[in-house]
């Protein structure tokens, strides 16, 4: 397809339904199609397609990952007060393209009108403020089996983002001289292995979230999830966003990360894994339970 809202067309559909086809979300599918479209798709979505409303609603998502009892960084509800460094995000599934950060409202302004005539927003309501945390980027990626209801933590990844990655090698008096807005557009992602000493609130902050998840959005986090967010100097995790469906950082460990390799005697993808239990919900007769 052109573009996935063909997907919901009913000869896209027929031709899914006649090859038995379950449909595996991405962010692309978030960013294309609003909440009610996917709602709308009668192909069986692995997961839970409710839930991805939350991912792509900044409001919802911060209510969950509170829920989740997630230390999430306190959002600003109007630019009137900014009192220290935020970050403005687009909502939905935007990759980074058109985040700045601002330290005072006539800083914010300013950036904003430059997106505004870029095209890529149309106002305030378009950007979701929160207060920037600085530290270590980290993206931790699960598996939830509502099958064998067990959490598996699957890997790390950091993203690598342009142009804001590239400022530290600009000298401060010449971008002090610029009038560009730094993109946080997402070009890349490398592996990260955390101190071991951390994995303990890793898995903790995975099962919340997926206690969380179950209570509020039914029938809650199955599959692949993320939850990212950035260490601080104290190596207290701050969450940010949650993803919730596969997210490109794991496509950097198609034979397996780290941690995976101490689950499984074979290499196992966060792909392969979600066959797997496609697989064994067809052999048990439960495919109702893995899809929605």
């Known amino acids: ?50 839930i991805l409303g939350w991912e792509s609603d900044r409001l919802l998502k911060e209510q969950l990952m509170k829920e989740a009892k997630f230390d999430v960084p306190k959002s600003i ?17 935007a990759g980074g393209k058109g985040y700045f950060l601002a330290s005072t409202e006539e800083e914010y302004n300013k ?77 890349a992602n490398s592996p990260l292995v955390l101190r071991e000493s951390l994995l303990d609130n890793v898995y903790t902050m995975g099962e919340n979230f997926v206690e969380a998840s179950a209570k509020i959005v039914p029938p809650g986090m199955n599959g692949p999830f993320c939850i990212e967010g950035v260490y601080d100097q104290n190596a207290q995790f701050k969450v940010f966003e949650f993803s919730a469906r596969i997210v490109a950082g794991t496509n950097m460990y198609v034979n397996g990360s780290p941690y995976t390799t101490f689950m499984y005697n074979e290499p196992m993808s966060m792909g392969r894994r979600i066959a797997r239990e496609i697989k064994k919900a067809e052999e048990q007769n439960k495919i109702g339970v893995i899809v929605t």
Not at 77 to 93: D, N, T, V
């Open 111 to 187: 950036k904003r009108d430059v997106l505004i005539n870029q095209g890529l927003i149309s106002g305030d309501s378009d950007l979701y403020l929160q207060e920037y945390y600085s530290g270590v980027l980290a993206y931790l990626q699960f598996f939830y089996s509502p099958l064998e209801k067990e959490i598996e933590f699957f890997g790390v990844d950091k993203r690598h983002e342009s142009d804001i990655d590239g400022l530290a090698r600009i000298p401060a008096e010449n971008q002090l001289k610029s009038n560009d807005v730094p993109s946080f557009n997402v070009i």
């Open 1 to 50: 397809v052109d573009s996935f809202l063909e997907i919901s067309e009913s000869k896209c559909e027929s031709l899914l339904k006649e090859n038995n086809s379950i449909l595996i979300p991405h962010g692309t599918l978030i960013a294309q199609m609003k909440q009610e479209q996917i709602e709308s798709i009668q192909t069986p979505i692995f997961g839970n397609k409710h």
């Open 77 to 93: 509800s109007s630019p009137k007060e900014i009192e220290s460094l935020i970050i403005a995000k687009r909502h939905g599934a």
